[in-house]
């Protein structure tokens, strides 16, 4: 192992001073590490060494980098020792399936970009809803809500509980330019949230947000917490439209892509046959 792998390199030549230094200090290009007739040079694991580490920490990171490079080298000559002809015959066709399967995608992602309509017109949107929204089946509850955080000293405690309690649009607008003083704040119940995510800034249970309610209020060392649930829908029901409509603009672009795709196989092939590039014996 000694013949195959040796590494040159001492303590001052792998320490982060060393891998900052400029070339023009080093007059000969020398490498780190060698296995049979393959380098590793400064340059090549310059980037990996993390900025401002230390230089007993640099040592120990240089010497790993070192050493996994030394460890692929010895397994691909090992494997290239223990490889037979059928085994090169098959990785030759997978490279050159893989190095095909590249090109054609790329040509193609070029072509999409190119030529894909993505502007999707509304009324599109509603009818693939309506076509296949038996499909759209929530897997999480979502709610319409509106909650508030404060600290227990707030000066204007009272006239915050009444404004939100009422929630005219004077009374939330309010709110809304008041915002910096609260801890937490979403009043924007027109909007279906998921609950999971309520949960993580209000400490209410899950039975309780998931029933409609004007007002929950609840008070603890870090304040006091205000919910109205405007609106509840569960598992398994029905996906509302305003809600899975980015998911259905997706959905309707892959079809494109799709169709796309197609016809672009059909042109080619048709195109093939007139030029006579195609022949089927």
């Not at 390199?9 to 070339?23: P, Y």
């Not at 590490?33 to 393959?38: D, F």
């Not at 227990?152 to 607008?173: A, C, H, M, P, Q």
């Not at 330019?177 to 704040?185: A, G, N, P, R, S």
């Amino acid at each position: 192992m000694k013949n195959q792998f040796y590494i040159l390199v001492c303590v001052l030549f792998i320490s982060c001073d060393f891998l900052g230094l400029q070339k023009k200090d080093i007059p000969v290009r020398k490498p780190i590490a060698s296995v049979h007739n393959n380098n590793l040079y400064t340059e090549d694991i310059k980037l990996l060494i993390p900025k401002n580490i230390e230089k007993n920490d640099s040592l120990v990171f240089t010497r790993s980098i070192i050493n996994s490079w030394a460890v692929k080298q010895l397994l691909l000559k090992k494997a290239e020792d223990n490889n037979t002809q059928n085994d090169n015959s098959e990785i030759n066709n997978l490279v050159k399936d893989y190095r095909q399967a590249l090109l054609i995608n790329g040509y193609k992602e070029r072509l999409i970009k190119q030529q894909l309509d993505t502007l999707i017109e509304q009324q599109e949107i509603i009818d693939y809803y309506k076509l296949n929204s038996k499909n759209f089946r929530l897997n999480e509850e979502l709610i319409k809500t509106r909650y508030l955080h404060f600290s227990n000293d707030l000066i204007d405690r009272k006239e915050v509980v009444k404004s939100f309690k009422k929630g005219t649009i004077e009374d939330l607008e309010e709110l809304e330019i008041k915002q910096l003083t609260f801890k937490q704040i979403m009043l924007n119940d027109s909007v279906w949230t998921p609950l999971e995510n309520v949960l993580l800034k209000i400490p209410f249970s899950r039975i309780n947000l998931l029933k409609k309610t004007k007002l929950l209020q609840k008070e603890d060392s870090l304040g006091l917490y205000l919910v109205t649930i405007k609106d509840v829908l569960l598992r398994n029901q029905i996906a509302p439209l305003s809600y899975i409509k980015p998911t259905i603009k997706q959905m309707i672009l892959h079809q494109r892509k799709l169709q796309l795709i197609r016809d672009l196989e059909k042109i080619i092939l048709k195109d093939a046959i007139q030029n006579k590039s195609y022949k089927i014996h």
